[in-house]
């Protein structure tokens, strides 16, 4: 069973840092593409950035210049560093990984991301 962690989150004021982890297990295939999603209240969950194997990088509009995924598929990690946050960047991210339709798509369980103004 694919497991995925994140970790990482927390609070942070208006303009700072963080750099969030999903460390993955339970599988000795690499999923072709894994990504960060977020969740704030009241809006439906979505796409921030993902990551294919090759390490061909999609983003958001929203956080374009400002967040960058990275994947060690040799540590199972993606990462997503996350400079000049805002308020509206206040979110559960939730790590995801896509095997393709044969194999699935799992998801963690989120981090919680608060930023303060």
């Known amino acids: 069973q694919v497991q995925l962690v994140e970790s990482g989150g927390g609070l942070v004021q208006a303009g700072g840092s963080l750099r969030l982890s999903c460390l993955r297990s339970?599988?000795?295939?690499?999923?072709?593409?894994m990504g960060w999603y977020r969740q704030a209240p009241g809006k439906q969950r979505e796409l921030v950035a993902t990551i294919t194997r090759g390490g061909s990088a999609n983003y958001a509009d929203s956080v374009k210049d400002r967040f960058t995924i990275s994947r060690d598929n040799a540590k199972n990690t993606v990462y997503l560093q996350m400079n000049n946050l805002e308020p509206e960047d206040t979110a559960v991210y939730y790590c995801?990984?896509?095997?393709?339709?044969?194999?699935?798509?799992?998801w963690g369980q989120g981090t919680q991301v608060t930023v303060s103004s």
């Open positions: 339970g599988s000795i295939f690499s999923p072709n593409t």
């Open positions: 995801n990984a896509d095997f393709g339709p044969i194999r699935g798509i799992y």
